[in-house]
């Protein structure tokens, strides 16, 4: 119940195009949903997050869309560049008194984006 | 420094040796995380501290990992006996706190660590 399951495992998208990566998680008690974005022989830095209360989150080219009924949630990237090649994480977690806020990581995107 | 800092960047040890692994956190940052990325594959939850509660240990794999933290300062991961199978890049992170806007977690380089 603590998983978090992300697809595709890797992504080729054109220079222009979007990138589409989906997350699925099973416990409902989660409340925050970040995305992170890590480069090589770098620590993950955090890229967008989204709370269950909204459907949607928009920042410049990245975009959560969230849907609680399903407990989905995906990261568009509009207009991607090849600076965007990098490898993406979804994250849960849950927040609030009584939680660590500790956050369980999906497997993981490599994204290549080719000019 | 401005951000979460962990040494050494990289630790080559032989089989059965003891390492330990730093980290100072974002000053001011009350909750601080371990976690450990195998090659390829996502962050996996270690330990959490947040001021003076109890850790949350819960992630971590075996008795030969231990951490420990000293009030809201640095932080040390312990490996005994190390395998071949701990051979990972183990981060850290910190946050303000565990609610609201204070969750944002800042991750530091990590520590790879080779087990040889």
């Known amino acids: 119940q603590q998983q978090v399951k992300q697809s595709p495992q890797s992504l080729i998208v054109q220079k222009g195009g979007i990138s589409i990566i989906n997350c699925a998680y099973e416990?409902?008690?989660?409340?925050?949903f970040p995305w992170y974005q890590q480069f090589p022989g770098k620590g993950p830095a955090l890229l967008i997050a989204?709370?269950?209360?909204?459907s949607e989150k928009k920042e410049g080219r990245f975009t959560i869309s969230f849907n609680k009924s399903a407990k989905q949630f995906s990261l568009h990237i509009m207009d991607s560049q090849p600076g965007d090649s990098a490898t993406y994480f979804c994250?849960?977690?849950?927040?609030?008194?009584?939680?660590?806020?500790?956050?369980?990581f999906g497997q993981g995107t490599t994204l290549q984006v080719k000019p | 420094g401005a951000g979460v800092s962990q040494s050494p960047s990289n630790k080559v040890t032989e089989k059965g040796k003891d390492v330990e692994l730093r980290c100072d956190p974002i000053?001011?940052?009350?909750?601080l995380y371990w976690y450990r990325q195998r090659l390829g594959q996502g962050l996996e939850f270690l330990i959490y501290?947040?001021?003076?509660?109890?850790?949350?240990k819960s992630g971590l794999p075996s008795d030969r990992f231990s951490a420990e933290r000293t009030g809201e300062s640095v932080s040390t991961l312990t490996i005994q006996r190390t395998q071949q199978e701990d051979s990972a890049v183990y981060l850290c992170?910190?946050?303000?706190?565990?609610?609201?806007?204070?969750?944002?977690?800042?991750f530091g380089q990590g520590t790879r660590l080779t087990v040889v």
């Open positions: 501290f947040q001021g003076n509660s109890a850790p949350d």
């Open positions: 000053s001011g940052h009350t909750a």
């Open positions: 989204i709370r269950p209360d909204v």
């Open positions: 992170a910190s946050s303000l706190g565990t609610a609201g806007r204070n969750t944002e977690a800042f």
């Open positions: 416990n409902t008690a989660f409340d925050y």
């Open positions: 994250a849960a977690s849950a927040r609030g008194s009584g939680n660590t806020g500790k956050l369980i």
